[in-house]
């Protein structure tokens, strides 16, 4: 899935009342600000109210941290966050939405050897589905992934390396702003993982799928798993 980042209004809203915002899309927003080194101090001269407003639970905070996201992260525009946000909720949080995009993806999967390449949001996806798929993967990729952001975590069913997957390998540039999290590894997620950080996709789309799949390192572990 790649996410429009195009220059936009420099305001992060998440989906919800003013008075009840979504409890997954708003963890998921402070979890990216406390990433990019966002405290709550600044937060705090953001919003221009006293501290005393500070909470999670406060829609004018979260709209804050959403600003600071903004002019901190470089690509990250507000149509970015709502986009993404709602994304995630929408498959994480809906168990109708995910079996049917499940059932969609485990269809092309077949019985295997099967590599899968996933990217973005779609890692997500692929690994919910492996979890439970017996279908042989050879190499399980995953390019500019939120798995390791913590809100995503806990809403997964578990956290290990799916155990239809041989390798699993895991690639990111740390200018996406998807990737805060860009090494999946014993600090991110329990799982053996072998990791790259330093893909350098081009400026104006550090989370594109066609940066990372240009990639020599790359475009030469996918094609060396690939058998005739």
Not at 5 to 19: F, K, N
């Given at each position: 899935m790649d996410e429009d980042?195009?220059?936009?209004?420099?305001?992060?809203?998440?989906?919800?009342?003013?008075?009840a915002p979504d409890p997954f899309e708003r963890e998921l927003v402070l979890d990216i600000a406390r990433r990019a080194g966002i405290t709550n101090a600044e937060i705090t001269v953001e919003?221009?109210?006293?501290v005393v407003t500070r909470a999670p639970e406060n829609w004018q905070w979260v709209q804050a941290a959403g600003?600071?996201?903004?002019?901190?992260?470089?690509?990250?525009?507000?149509?970015?966050?709502?986009?993404?946000?709602?994304?995630?909720?929408a498959y994480?949080?809906?168990?109708?939405?995910?079996?049917?995009?499940?059932?969609?993806?485990?269809?092309?999967?077949?019985?295997g050897p099967?590599?899968?390449?996933?990217?973005?949001?779609?890692?997500?996806?692929?690994?919910?589905?492996?979890?439970?798929?017996?279908?042989?993967?050879?190499?399980?990729v995953t390019l500019g992934s939120p798995l390791?952001?913590?809100?995503?975590?806990?809403a997964l069913p578990q956290l290990t390396k799916p155990p239809s997957v041989d390798q699993w390998f895991n690639a990111?540039?740390?200018r996406d702003p998807i990737a805060l999290f860009?090494?999946?590894?014993?600090?991110?997620?329990?799982?053996?993982?072998?990791?790259?950080?330093?893909?350098?996709?081009?400026?104006?789309?550090?989370?594109?799928?066609?940066g990372y799949l240009r990639d020599q390192f790359v475009s030469e572990k996918v094609a060396n798993s690939l058998t005739i």
């Open positions: 980042t195009a220059a936009g209004p420099q305001q992060a809203v998440v989906r919800g009342s003013e008075a919003l221009n109210a006293p600003r600071l996201i903004c002019r901190r992260v470089p690509f990250i525009t507000a149509s970015f966050i709502r986009q993404f946000t709602a994304d995630v909720h994480l949080m809906f168990p109708d939405t995910r079996e049917m995009v499940n059932s969609l993806v485990s269809e092309a999967l077949g019985d099967t590599v899968v390449v996933s990217h973005s949001l779609g890692t997500i996806v692929a690994y919910c589905i492996l979890l439970e798929s017996e279908c042989n993967v050879p190499l399980f390791g952001i913590p809100t995503v975590k806990d990111s540039d740390r860009q090494r999946l590894d014993r600090d991110s997620f329990p799982a053996k993982i072998e990791n790259i950080d330093d893909v350098k996709n081009p400026k104006s789309n550090p989370h594109g799928i066609l």
